[in-house]
Each structure stands twice: as structure tokens, then as C-alpha cells.
């Protein structure tokens, strides 16, 4: 059997176990052991995928199994993965994992929490595996529906709004989106007269440069809205600040993923050359959204705010890393989509964690944190670093690669774009500085604060296989750069590579 | 036999449909209304018999059919009359607009 | 080439007690820290001076050029096929002086730190910091091409961060900590797009490409220009900014002062002696393409240096914190050294600014930890740090009083102390090239002398103020760094610079040039004579002079305003025009526009709603009415 099903059949065992599971702690020491086995599954799958890999194998996707599914429109059941997809994997398994001990303390419908959790997770892992678009865009709608009831249900402050807000807005992508799968169905000629889903099939024959021009911003912002593509963000910061902290956690660092990997995988990929001519209004935006995300960040008071809004600029740091079109920044949008997704889990992670003790998000509440929970507070220091890119951890190195490799274009346009997005790096330095003066240093605001205690066990846990992650992959960059590197190159051949 | 003609009951069980649908319009009380629907029924009950005995008379279709609303008219009458037993009891009065707590 | 392998060790060892005491430091007894933080650090330097000897009179020079050896170079991150970031270890001549400088002081401060800081909350904390900072900073020096120079370069900076920082419950030192940050990391946005800029013109990162005098890919971009100016240029201007910010040159200097709120210890290590220089040695390491491609940048580099030098002068004077005193000296001094790397030339006796620049690197890192670290011994037995608290301190701390004295005599220039010769050489090197930044950097002279001595008799003599308790001298393990500094401040200006460290690594000779060695030393005379004069008993001469001043005093006082301009732009106009106003935008106009949406929506269906009446009746009868209607339809249209 593929083991790639494993990471479908371990979510659905997980889940059914759930379900059976009698009491409070069953059902979370079954929803933990679930997620290890998927971390070690994804990890196993990775080392597989690299062995592959060494023994010469040069497909452009492994580990390939294909079912039929409906004849009659030719839609598949196909998994396969490259590269790009394992790390995505290994990320969403390292985030969901840390997820589950984040959310330990749950008491509200337990049973029911982790089951939409762990199917959200299912949809996204199901995402990357696909390589069929109808099965793909069907695992993306699992893991959108699962988030309204997560965030309407267990969530905070006006979670109804939030909830609805996010759906419909996502909803409206999907919208798009499956404008564009019909576009990209029906007009992409087909050799035998079939018309096909399968991804590596379609990218195979190119479809007509008009119909590109007319989909292309149909697939890009469909995708474009997931991934937070200003001016389509609002959704995430309501949507983070009311949502569980699992839910942000899962959220921000996997779901707003699958918006760079969907323009990357399915628009650029199989409409390069409309990519190539609208490129310039993407990157006007996202340089736009780096810079405008840095500066929202700035003036916010929550801090699930500050990070949603240092979200959307390191978001629009991967799209744009990803229009750049070439190897070196599209890297570097890969790697920054997996270095944020750490970060900011780990990010909402710790900000549950605090709010769980101080039972406010407002940072001028706070104060001297760092006296009262040091383990906390130093997490949250080393992820506030990592997101102003302090080199040896992982923002640095992915954020370097997409200026680098923004940088090879040398037309005054490119130019002032990249470094409008570089400037960004400085804001983010205001903005994590402040917070983190604010928050954790400086004297005790409250004195009631005085009694609260550090992390417990499970806290541990959630935060430091995230942070054991961040400093990984920022201390030793270079195979998953070289991972990510040869499995760009297919799609970065299409493009117009500078 | 002296034929009445065909006309007679088609003009007749006109009449009666229409008086069942102005009935049904206009009439406020809920009872008025189901024997409106009764109206109607009939009125079409008449129009399968007679057109059955004047354009088939070898066959038996439109008895058949006429018989069967009649049946189904009993069993709607009786499902009705209790509906409209049990609003009686829950709104004090059997007139259709007060009849609207579902009305959004 | 293989007998310099060992040399990784010397950034290696630090960062694993970084990890060592960070991870594991709260186990044990903190003085285990602080003992095993310096023990390490004690190895690395003996480690560094076998490097120097070895390299300098042993293996290091083949044909009368000191050899750039690379013992070790490993693929850390490859952007493309052709442009690969490398860690390793470089060592040249100004690679192996900085190791010297670097571990001599660190270890002399980790010693030190053991008595200053004892006692403290967080002193495993402390030298944990201690440690990654000196892993960082050897790690800059050591880097083989300029990204690792860039990623160390963030690395001491928010080490530094870390250090100012240290004291976290006073809002004062967070502030000074966030401010050094984000000011540096201001002026590394300018070093960062300065390395793309030149890596895209040139393919790589490496020194030994870069500042190859005869091969260099550089030469061949001189000719681009962009807005009139070669983009050789643009990139050494910007990679300069990035120097300039971490050495605290004018515009950016604005953090130095205020990260004083560090441990003083931290404050004679990184702000004085070694990370502070950073910017300088950037330019050193780089000067082949400053002076040969870029020399419309190094004339700028020349002024700014001269400039700072003077205008932090003028505003030591007026400071009565001492360490503030202490740190606008500092940005004087390195102004100093940025002047001469600024007008120096390349090669034999035209590079004299370049060794004299390198010189008084070395030299000023000693005497201004000494300074620095006897400040602290006086703050440590004061408890204060403004000069007005001070007085007659002479007769409780006599070793610090020593020193400090020693210190003094070698900033302000008096002969036979190391501060004179290496001085000397940079006013040589200012007066071959432009007689005005040569009569600033006089000027500058004879103020430094000035302001020392009435720090230093502000300190030391006067009458005795009011002390909580006897002010008492600090104990040996701080009092031994002293002395070593003290030593250090002496004799190393008796080194064999000219042979050692020269822009084309090539030995020549130098000697003192008397008709500028005399005016300097006379005018280094005058300022400790006038400061005697005015300070040594208490007079009204200073209050007279600063009151017919007026004005200007007020605003050298404050610094120029600089504070307060930069606190206008950011404060102002950054966090409540931009920030604020970006803020609203997303709430009002973006996310007001999607939620208009929804709004139209809500609305219009309001309006529709109206006909589902919920009135079975007039369902009926619209019902009929269309029956009807069609009926029409159909019999009299159709039919």
C-alpha cells in the first residue's frame, strides 16, 4: 500500500477512536497519539521521499498511486508528492502534533473539538497528497467547513461574526476557484480527447493564451484570499482573534499555506504565461500587503491582532517570493510558507497560553511577564526573533532567499518593489520589539499576575517541537533549500525564469 | 333517456371551482377555506364523471379517479380539521393571518 | 595551512556555552556559570595569541605577504547554482588582530563581571548572554565572505539587544535596548540591500574575490551607473550605512549613549571595545573596493567619520553621567578610526591610514575598557552614575584610580602610552589628505584630553560627597582586569603595526613624524591644563562659561536634539500618522467595503423578503392569477 494513505487513515482512525473514547482524557490522549503517529509518519515519509530521491529517481512526483473515481468526467483519486509537498506535510504534521497539547485543557464538547480538528488537519493533508485537482479542491472544502464550526463554537469574543466572516469570505474564494478547475478542465487540450483532472496531465499541454489571461485571476485570487492577499485579508484577523488557539495555530500556520501552495502548484503552474503578464498587479499588491501588514501591526492593541496583521505581510512575502518566478525566491516563498507557519503556530500558541493565565490579550494590560514565566516568555522572545528574520532561525534564511532572488531581476520595477518589502524587515522589528517590551519585560503591571505559574508539561511540548523546528531549520537550512530547489525546478521551467 | 347536455355540468362544476378558489382567497376563517378546497374538489369530481360518462362511456377511468379524491379528500378533511382543532386550541381563533408566529 | 584547524574552535567553543549555560545554567550554583563562561573564555584567548603568533611571526607571512588562509569553509546555504553563502574561518591580518583585541577584552570583562555582577538576579543569564555575544562577534571578524558577515552581524546585534536589555524590569534599559536594535537594524536594511546589490553585480560573496586588488569582479561594474552615481557605489554606500549603524556614526549614533542603561561590563565589552568597531572593520575588510572602486564613498566615509568625532566631543563635555561621557567618547574615537580608513591610500606608506585606523582599533579597545571597566568599579563602590555624586574618590580606590589615571593620559594622547603613537599615525594619515578633517581631528585632540580629565577629576578629586557608606575598592577579580587592561593600554602601542597590519598586507616602516607629533602632544597638554584649572578644585568657571553660552550650551547638552527628532519622526509620524492611519484604513475602508458588502446584501434581501408573506392566501391568489394568466396566454397568443 502507498504510504501516503497512512496520512489519510491515520486521521480517520484517530477520529473514529474519538468517537468511542468514554471520558475527558481518553479522547485527548487518543487525539495525541493520532497526531505522534502522523508526525512519525511524515517524517518516515520524508526520509522515504529523500531515499527516492537518491537513488536517482528524477519524476517529477512519488510515491504515485492512482484509483478511478467517476468515469464518466474523469475524475481520479491520485496521490503523489514531491519535494515541496513533504515538507508541507512534515510542517502541517509538526503543527497539528503541537495543536493537540495547545488545546489540552478544552473542556467545552471535547469529544466534538478534536474531531473537527483532526478532520480539518485530515482536509489539509489530503491537499498536499493530491495531485488530481477535483480531489484536491474537494480535501481544501474539508478543511474549510470544519473551521466555521471551530471558531463559531469554541471561540471567543464576537465568535459568531468571525466565524461567518471567514467562511463566507473563504467561501467566496472557493468561488473562484472552481471557476478556474472548470476553466482549466474543459479549455486545456487534452492529447486523447479526455479531459482530465490529473495535474501532471495538464500541465503536460499548455491552454490558450486567452483563456489563461481570462482564469488565471480566478485561480490566483481564489487562492489569493486564503492565502491573506490584501486587499481579500480581513477574514484573519477577526477570524484569528475570536478563533481557539488550536484553531489559529492550524489556521494561520497550515490553512493560509495552502493559498501559496494553490497559486503555486495550479495557477503558475498550469497558466505560466498569464502569470507572467499579470504578474505586475500581484506584486504591486503583495509588495503593498508586506509593508501595509508591518505597519497595521504596529498600531494594534491585541495580540492576536498584531500577529494576524504580521501575518499578512509574512503571507505577502510568499506570494510575492513566488511571483518572482524564479528558482532562488520561489524557494524562498516555500520555505518562508513553512517558516511562517511555525512561527506563527508557535506564536498563537504561546498568545492561548498567556491568555489562559492573564484572561487578556490587550498588551497594555500586561507587563513583566518574563518574571512570572520565564520558559513563556523566552519562547515567545526566540519565535519574536524568528519573525523579524534573526538569522539561525528559520525567517532569516527564507527571507533572504526571496530577496536574493528578487533581486536578479534588474528592472527599476522589480527594484522598488523588492525593496519596499525588504524595508518591511525593519517594521517588524518595531513591531515584535514593542510587544515584546510591552509584554514581557519592564515591571509587573498587575499584581495579581505576581502568583501566575510557567508552562505546564503539555505546554512544554506544544511549544518546543515547534521551536525545535524554527532553530532546525534556521541553523541547518540547506537540505530542505536543496529538497524545495529540485522540486521547483518542472514548475520554475514553465515560467519565464530570469 | 332525455340527455342533459354536456355543457350543463361543465358550466356547473366551473362555477363551483371558481367559488371554491374566491372562497379559498378571500375567506379569512379556516374552516370557509377547507370547504373551499372541498368545493373545488367536487367541482373537478363532477367534471371526471360527467366527461368520463359522455366521451367514454364503455369505460370506467373517471369514476375510478372521482372516487379516489373523494378518499383522499376525506383523509386531507380530517388531517385539516385537526390542524386547525389544534390552532383553535393554541391561538384561541381559527383565522389564517392570525396565524403567524413562524413568519419571520 | 592545516596547523590553523584548531581555529574553529574559538567561535565554536563560546557558542557551546551559550547553549551550555543557557539550557542548563539554572541547575546549578550561578557562580558555576560564571566560572565556566570565563574558563572557556580564558582557553579561546590563549587560543587567539597562539593563532597571532603563529601567524604573524610564524606561518603566516610567505614572501613578505601575509597570506590569507581559510582553514576552514563549509556550504551553509546554496541561493543558486552559482551564489552559495559559506561559514568558515578567515584569518588575515586584520582577522587575527581582531581575535586578539576580541578575547584580551572579553576575558578581561567575563573576569570582571564575576565581582560586578555578583549577586545579581540572572547572573547565569549573564554570561550565557556573554557567550553568545562573543560567539557572534569572533564569528563577524572570522566570516569568509560578506553574508556571514551579515548573519553575525544581526547576531551581535540582538546579542547587544540581550545585554542592554538585561536589567528588563526598568523601563529605561528596555527602551535603550529596543531603540539600539531597531536604529542598528534600521541601518542594516541599508547593509543588507548593499550586499544584494553588489553580490548582483558580482556573483559572490566572497572576500577573497571581492577585494582582490587585481582580479576583482567589482572593476568591471564601475562603469554602471544608476541616477549618476556607479552602482559600485551605491552598494559600498549602503554597505557602509550598515557599518556606520553598528558603529554609531552620525546620523545613527543615537543609540549608543542610551544602551549605557547595560551592565557596565557589557557596556566596556560591546560598546566600547569591541562591537562597536564592527563598522570599522567592515570597511577595513572591504577597503580594496572603498579605495580602488568607490572613492567618491570613501571620502564620505572620511567626513562623517571626522564629523562624529567632533560633534560627540563637543557633547561630552557637557555630560555628567560618566558613562554617557565614556560612550560619547567612544563615538568620537571611532570616528576617529572611520576618518582614517577614509583618507587613507592603498599599499606601502600611502596605506598608513588604513594601519593607523587598525592601530588605534587595537589601542582604543583597551584603554576604553579600562575606562569603561574602572567606571564600573566607581559606579560599583558609588552606586551612582553622575559625576556630581563623585569627588576625592582617589583615596578609596586606589588601583581603579591608577588606571583609570593610566587610561586617561593614553586617550588624551601623552607620549610613550600607546594612545599617542597610534593617534599619531592617523593625524599623519588626515594631514597627507585633507588639511581640514586633519585640523578637525586636532581640535578633537585636544577636547578628548578636556573632557577626560574633567571626568576624571570630577571623579577622583574634589572634596568628598555625601556617600551611603565608605566607598571601598572592588574586589581582585575585578581589579585584576585593571591592571591587564592597564598593561594592555601601555605597551601595545609598542607593537610593530606598519609590519603587521598594512592594506596590502605588506610590511613597511613608519616613524614619528615630530612636526605633527609635537603640536598634537601640546594640544593634548592644553586640555588637561585647562581641565585642571577648571575641575581640580571646585571653581564657578565651568558654570560662568556655560551660562555665557547660553543656548548653545542648552543644545549641546541635549545632544543636538537629536533624540528628539528621531522621537518626532518614529513617535510622530511613523507610529500616528503611517501606523495609525494604515490601522483605520484596514478597519474602515477594507474591511468596511467587504462588510458593506455583507451590508447590501442584508439589506436588499430585507427588501425581497417582504413578498414571502407567509400568506397562504395570497400565494392562492397570485397563484391563480398566473394560471389565469397563462391560460389567457395560450388560448388567444397562441391560439
Redesign the interface.
Known amino acids: 500500500m502507498n504510504i501516503l494513505n497512512l496520512l489519510i487513515l491515520i486521521p480517520i482512525l484517530t477520529v473514529t477512536g474519538i468517537a468511542v473514547s468514554k471520558s475527558m482524557d481518553a479522547v485527548r490522549k487518543v487525539a495525541a497519539i493520532g497526531m505522534f503517529l502522523q508526525l512519525i509518519t511524515s517524517i518516515v515519509i520524508l526520509f522515504v521521499y529523500m531515499g527516492i530521491r537518491k537513488s536517482g529517481v528524477t519524476d517529477e512526483m512519488v510515491l504515485m498511486s492512482d484509483y478511478t473515481w467517476f468515469t464518466t468526467i474523469n475524475i481520479h483519486y491520485t496521490i503523489g508528492i514531491d519535494g515541496i509537498s513533504a515538507a508541507m506535510i512534515l510542517l502541517t504534521s509538526i503543527v497539528v502534533f503541537a495543536g493537540i497539547f495547545a488545546s489540552w485543557e478544552v473542556s467545552n464538547l471535547q469529544k466534538e473539538f478534536f474531531i473537527s480538528l483532526i478532520l480539518l488537519a485530515t482536509g489539509v493533508f489530503g491537499f498536499f497528497i493530491s495531485i488530481d485537482l477535483f480531489t484536491m479542491f474537494l480535501y481544501y472544502e474539508l478543511a474549510v467547513i470544519p473551521m466555521y464550526l471551530l471558531i463559531g463554537i469554541w471561540g471567543t469574543g464576537p465568535k459568531e461574526y468571525s466565524a461567518m466572516?471567514l467562511t463566507?469570505?473563504l467561501m467566496a474564494g472557493s468561488a473562484l476557484l472552481i471557476v478556474a478547475l472548470f476553466g482549466i478542465y474543459y479549455l486545456t487540450g487534452p492529447a486523447d480527447g479526455q479531459h482530465t483532472f490529473n495535474l501532471l496531465e495538464l500541465a503536460k499541454n499548455t491552454m490558450s493564451l486567452p483563456a489563461q489571461r481570462f482564469f488565471f485571476p480566478f485561480a490566483f485570487l481564489g487562492f489569493g484570499v486564503l492565502g491573506a492577499l490584501?486587499?481579500f485579508?480581513?477574514?484573519s484577523?477577526?477570524g484569528h482573534a475570536s478563533a481557539p488557539t488550536a484553531v489559529s495555530m492550524l489556521h494561520a500556520g497550515v490553512l493560509m499555506k495552502l493559498g501559496g501552495y494553490g497559486i503555486f502548484r495550479i495557477a503558475m503552474y498550469l497558466m505560466p504565461q498569464a502569470a507572467a503578464e499579470q504578474a505586475w498587479i500581484f506584486i504591486i499588491l503583495t509588495s503593498t500587503s508586506v509593508i501595509?501588514g508591518a505597519?497595521?501591526a504596529?498600531?494594534?492593541k491585541d495580540l492576536k491582532y498584531i500577529n494576524a496583521?504580521s501575518s499578512v505581510s509574512h503571507c505577502g512575502l510568499v506570494i510575492f517570493g513566488l511571483l518572482m518566478m524564479n528558482?532562488?525566491a520561489m524557494d524562498g516563498a516555500i520555505l518562508q510558507m513553512i517558516s511562517h507557519g511555525l512561527m506563527t503556530a508557535l506564536f498563537f500558541a504561546l498568545i492561548g497560553m498567556i491568555y489562559s493565565r492573564t484572561h487578556t490579550r490587550i498588551i497594555s494590560e500586561m507587563g513583566?511577564l518574563?518574571?512570572v514565566m520565564p520558559f513563556l516568555g523566552v519562547v515567545y522572545l526566540i519565535a519574536g526573533?524568528a519573525s523579524?528574520?534573526?538569522?539561525?532561525l528559520s525567517g532569516?534564511?527564507a527571507e533572504?532567499?526571496i530577496?536574493?532572488?528578487a533581486?536578479?531581476h534588474?528592472d527599476m520595477f522589480h527594484r522598488v518593489a523588492?525593496?519596499m518589502a525588504?524595508?518591511a524587515?525593519?517594521v517588524t522589528?518595531?513591531y515584535i520589539?514593542?510587544v515584546v517590551?510591552i509584554l514581557?519585560?519592564?515591571?509587573?503591571k498587575n499584581e495579581e499576575y505576581k502568583l501566575l505559574t510557567d508552562a505546564t508539561w503539555y505546554e512544554k511540548i506544544s511549544t518546543l517541537s515547534l521551536l525545535i523546528a524554527v532553530a532546525g531549520i534556521g541553523i541547518y537550512?540547506?537540505w530542505l533549500?536543496?529538497m524545495i530547489?529540485e522540486s521547483i525546478g518542472p514548475i520554475a521551467a514553465k515560467l519565464i525564469v530570469y | 333517456m332525455e340527455h342533459i347536455p354536456l355543457q350543463y355540468f361543465l358550466i356547473l362544476s366551473t362555477l363551483m371551482f371558481f367559488i371554491g378558489v374566491a372562497g379559498f382567497i378571500i375567506r379569512r376563517n379556516l374552516i370557509t377555506i377547507l370547504m373551499s378546497v372541498e368545493l373545488m374538489l367536487n367541482s373537478v369530481n363532477i367534471n371526471f364523471v360527467a366527461i368520463n360518462r359522455y366521451l367514454y362511456p364503455d369505460q370506467m377511468q373517471g369514476h375510478f379517479f372521482s372516487l379516489f379524491i373523494v378518499a383522499i379528500a376525506a383523509a386531507e378533511a380530517s388531517v385539516a380539521i385537526a390542524l386547525i382543532i389544534n390552532i383553535y386550541r393554541r391561538f384561541d381563533t381559527i383565522e389564517v393571518t392570525e396565524v403567524k408566529e413562524m413568519k419571520y | 595551512m592545516s596547523t590553523f584547524n584548531y581555529t574553529i574552535l574559538i567561535p565554536a567553543l563560546p557558542l557551546a556555552m551559550f547553549l551550555l549555560i543557557g539550557l542548563t545554567g539554572h541547575k546549578f550554583k550561578a557562580l558555576v556559570s560564571g566560572i565556566a563562561g570565563t574558563a572557556s573564555l580564558g582557553f579561546i584567548t590563549i587560543l587567539s595569541y597562539i593563532t597571532a603568533i603563529n601567524y604573524f611571526w610564524g606561518t603566516g607571512m610567505v614572501n613578505d605577504v601575509y597570506q590569507t588562509i581559510i582553514p576552514f569553509n563549509f556550504e551553509w546555504l546554496n541561493f543558486t547554482e552559482t551564489l552559495q553563502v559559506k561559514m568558515g574561518v578567515l584569518l588575515d591580518p586584520i582577522s587575527v588582530m581582531m581575535l586578539v583585541v576580541i578575547t584580551t577584552v572579553s576575558f578581561a570583562v567575563h573576569l570582571y563581571s564575576i565581582g560586578y555582577m555578583k549577586g545579581e538576579v540572572g547572573f547565569s543569564r549573564f554570561f550565557a548572554f556573554l557567550s553568545l555575544f562573543s560567539f557572534s562577534m569572533l564569528g563577524l571578524v572570522l566570516a569568509t565572505n560578506i553574508f556571514q558577515m551579515y548573519i553575525f552581524w544581526e547576531l551581535v546585534g540582538v546579542s547587544s539587544f540581550l545585554l542592554i536589555g538585561y536589567y528588563y524590569e526598568k523601563p529605561s534599559a528596555v527602551a535603550a535596548s529596543k531603540k539600539a536594535f531597531i536604529v542598528t537594524r534600521f541601518a542594516d536594511f541599508g547593509f543588507l540591500v548593499g550586499i544584494l546589490i553588489l553580490s548582483y553585480f558580482t556573483g559572490t560573496f566572497d572576500f577573497g574575490i571581492l577585494t582582490n586588488p587585481l582580479t576583482s569582479p567589482v572593476a568591471s561594474f564601475v562603469g554602471t551607473s544608476f541616477m549618476g552615481i556607479s552602482v559600485i557605489s551605491w552598494a559600498m554606500i549602503l554597505i557602509f550605512m550598515g557599518g556606520a549603524g553598528k558603529s554609531a556614526m552620525l546620523p545613527f549614533h543615537i543609540w549608543l549613549p542610551d544602551a549605557m542603561e547595560g551592565p557596565t561590563p557589557v557596556s566596556a565589552l560591546i560598546h566600547a571595545a569591541t562591537m562597536v568597531v564592527a563598522g570599522v572593520y567592515l570597511v577595513a575588510r572591504m577597503f580594496v573596493v572603498y579605495h580602488l572602486w568607490a572613492p567618491d564613498v570613501q571620502e564620505v566615509i572620511a567626513w562623517v567619520g571626522g564629523i562624529t568625532s567632533l560633534f560627540a566631543a563637543v557633547i561630552a563635555i557637557t555630560q555628567y553621567d560618566i558613562k554617557r561621557v565614556l560612550a560619547f567618547s567612544t563615538l568620537s574615537q571611532i570616528g576617529y578610526m572611520m576618518l582614517a580608513l577614509g583618507v587613507s591610500g592603498y599599499g606601502e606608506h600611502a596605506g598608513v591610514g588604513y594601519m593607523a585606523s587598525m592601530f588605534h582599533l587595537f589601542t582604543h579597545a583597551m584603554f576604553k575598557a579600562l575606562l569603561f571597566l574602572g567606571a564600573g568599579s566607581v559606579i560599583h563602590s558609588v552606586h551612582s552614575n553622575y559625576m556630581y555624586d563623585m569627588g576625592g574618590l582617589r583615596k578609596y580606590l586606589p588601583i581603579t584610580h591608577i588606571t583609570f589615571l593610566i587610561a586617561c593620559l593614553t586617550i588624551a594622547g601623552v607620549p610613550f602610552l600607546s594612545g599617542f603613537y597610534s593617534k599619531d599615525e592617523i593625524l599623519v594619515a588626515a594631514f597627507e589628505h585633507n588639511k581640514i578633517l586633519f585640523g578637525i581631528e586636532y581640535l578633537v585632540a585636544g577636547l578628548t584630553a578636556f573632557y577626560m580629565f574633567r571626568l576624571y577629576f570630577n571623579i577622583f578629586w574634589g572634596e568628598d560627597k555625601v556617600y551611603h557608606h565608605t566607598p571601598h575598592e572592588s574586589p581582585l577579580v575585578m581589579t585584576i582586569p585593571l591592571m591587564v587592561l592597564a598593561f594592555g593600554s601601555i605597551f601595545s602601542g609598542y607593537l610593530p603595526f606598519s609590519h603587521l597590519v598594512t592594506s596590502d598586507k605588506m610590511a613597511f616602516t613608519t616613524h614619528l613624524d615630530y612636526a605633527i607629533a609635537i603640536p598634537s602632544i601640546l594640544i593634548g597638554f592644553l586640555g588637561i591644563g585647562v581641565a585642571w584649572i577648571m575641575y581640580k578644585k571646585k571653581t564657578d568657571i565651568p558654570d560662568r562659561i556655560s551660562a555665557a553660552l547660553g543656548g548653545f550650551y542648552t543644545t549641546v547638552y541635549n545632544k543636538f536634539y537629536f533624540d528628539e527628532i528621531y522621537l518626532f519622526v518614529t513617535r510622530k509620524i511613523l507610529f500616528n500618522i503611517v501606523s495609525q492611519s494604515v490601522a483605520w484604513f484596514d478597519r474602515h475602508i477594507v474591511d468596511g467595503s467587504m462588510n458593506g458588502i455583507a451590508n447590501v446584501v442584508i439589506t436588499s434581501s430585507k427588501k425581497i423578503k417582504s413578498l414571502q408573506s407567509g400568506q397562504l392566501q395570497q400565494y392562492a391568489a397570485v397563484f391563480v392569477a398566473g394560471a389565469l394568466g397563462l391560460l389567457l396566454y395560450v388560448i388567444y397568443l397562441l391560439g
Open positions: 466572516k463566507i469570505m490584501f486587499p485579508h480581513t477574514w484577523p477577526d501595509y505597519f497595521g504596529i498600531w494594534q496583521y528558482k532562488t513583566g518574563m518574571k526573533l523579524l528574520g534573526l538569522p539561525g532569516f534564511v533572504m532567499s530577496f536574493f532572488g533581486f536578479q534588474d523588492t525593496i525588504i524595508s524587515i525593519v522589528a518595531v520589539l514593542r517590551g514581557l519585560l519592564g515591571p509587573i537550512p540547506t533549500y536543496n530547489y
